[in-house]
């Protein structure tokens, strides 16, 4: 028994680094972060005033509702003499001031965005809510910014950068490094004919860890096509199973209604599954033509008690590499730096889908889109599950696969694994080979 748990132990081991190396560095978007910028473009006599800039880099992860929330640390004695385009949630105790009252003078502020309808007070990038678009779909929206008046301060100080800074997008998953000094942010007036630039720039940048995030499994991916009658549906237990995870509290059988107890409950709902997923993705091979072949793309909401709005999908599929038309979703086509497939993003069309709506009695919640894809006559083949796709991520998540031993098969049997179960048989391979070291 005993030479039996090391080896076991070492196997997971090798597991979780590997998880853990994956999670450091995602090759889908390398580069992906939220750049905060704090511009000091005026000074007054006990302190400064500040452009607060959060910018979101990530080519696909957006900041949903309730919203970003930023705090940090202040170095000295500092507040906040007023804001503009967000606020401090709490004013703490300004007991000591007579005839101004800051706004905030807690020691570590937290500032929140604006609601929607609040833009009386707006700045150019204010007032939403803390919603933050995703960089690939939709750059103009993917930043919000406020000012700030500083003070407290004693006389011609230029400032000490904030410390500690944190960030909620919307809940915890981020890291944020020291603010530091940084060249000064540079713009340009007189329509470009001249350059100004601000007094003195500090940045930080944040990275998302889903392993920070603590997030549970929200989402899988079913595949058919219609060379084969079976539906590879999600593995078992994706999101978790019953019988193990508390998570999953409860769930109601298809074509029931909530019930009023279950309508008012603040917990989500999902409908009963074996992989007890929110999320279902399912990737359909339509019809292989001459010259093209067609894919149908379902997103399934299957929470009766959430929307997803300004929802995306990101597939990984080297078929992305030719021509392809997609009726329904808008669509971009990611760089990638490393990875020989091809990433591509879909969103909502604005005032059609833009919104995954929830699950109801009748039918779950989806949005769904026809995908013509011009053939590589080199590549292309319905052979070893190469129409189906390597990887799926819903709203920056990993989609759980099915394991391609499970793909729907070609009906003269000809064998779907190779190609595709090279990597795990790669990790396997590795882990047998330290086993063996190791006993
Ligand atoms: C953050 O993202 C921007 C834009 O992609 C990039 O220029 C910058 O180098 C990134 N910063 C870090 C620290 O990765
Ligand atoms: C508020 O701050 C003042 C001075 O800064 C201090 O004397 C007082 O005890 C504080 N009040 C509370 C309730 O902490
Ligand atoms: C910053 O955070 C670290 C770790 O949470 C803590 O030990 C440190 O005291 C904090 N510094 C300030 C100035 O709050
Ligand atoms: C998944 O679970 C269902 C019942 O809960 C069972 O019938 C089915 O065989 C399971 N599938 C796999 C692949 O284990
Ligand atoms: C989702 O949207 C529908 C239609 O807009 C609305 O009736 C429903 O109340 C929304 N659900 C939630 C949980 O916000
Ligand atoms: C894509 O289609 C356009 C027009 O339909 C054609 O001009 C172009 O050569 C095609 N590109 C590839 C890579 O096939
Ligand atoms: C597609 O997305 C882009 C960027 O968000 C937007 O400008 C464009 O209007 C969208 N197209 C449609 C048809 O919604």
Known sequence: MKSLVRPLLLMSAVFTTLNGLA???DPMDPNGNITI?????????????A???IQNYQLYRHVDKPGWQLGWTWARDEVIWSISGAYATQMGNCSSFKDNIPHSCQKSPI??????????????YCCRDGVLSAWAVDPSKSLSSFDIQVGNLEHNTRGYPPLNLSLMAPGPGYSCSPVVDADPTVSSDIGGRREVQVFRT???TCVYSSFLAKQTPACCV?????????ITSCPNCSCGCKETAQKIESCISEGDELSPSDALL???ILQCTDHNCPIRVHWHVKNNYFKYWRV?????NLNYKRNYSNWNVLVQHPGFSQNTTIYSFNSSLLPTVGIEDKIALFWGIDYYNEKLLQAMKEQLGSVTTDVILEKDLNSFTLKNGWAFPRKIYFNGEDCHMPLPDQFPKLPNGSSNLQACTCLFTCIITLCLVLLFAQV
């Open 296 to 300: 149908k793309l379902t997103v399934s």
């Open 202 to 204: 500090w940045k930080s």
């Open 266 to 268: 603040n917990s989500d």
């Open 37 to 49: 910028t704090f511009d000091i473009y005026m000074w007054k006599d006990d302190g400064y005033m």
């Open 111 to 124: 500032i929140h965005d604006l609601p929607d309808s609040s833009r009386e007070d707006r700045s150019e």
């Open 51 to 53: 452009r607060v800039t």
């Open 23 to 25: 999670d450091c560095y």
């Open 222 to 230: 079913s595949l058919s096509s219609f060379y084969d009658p079976r």
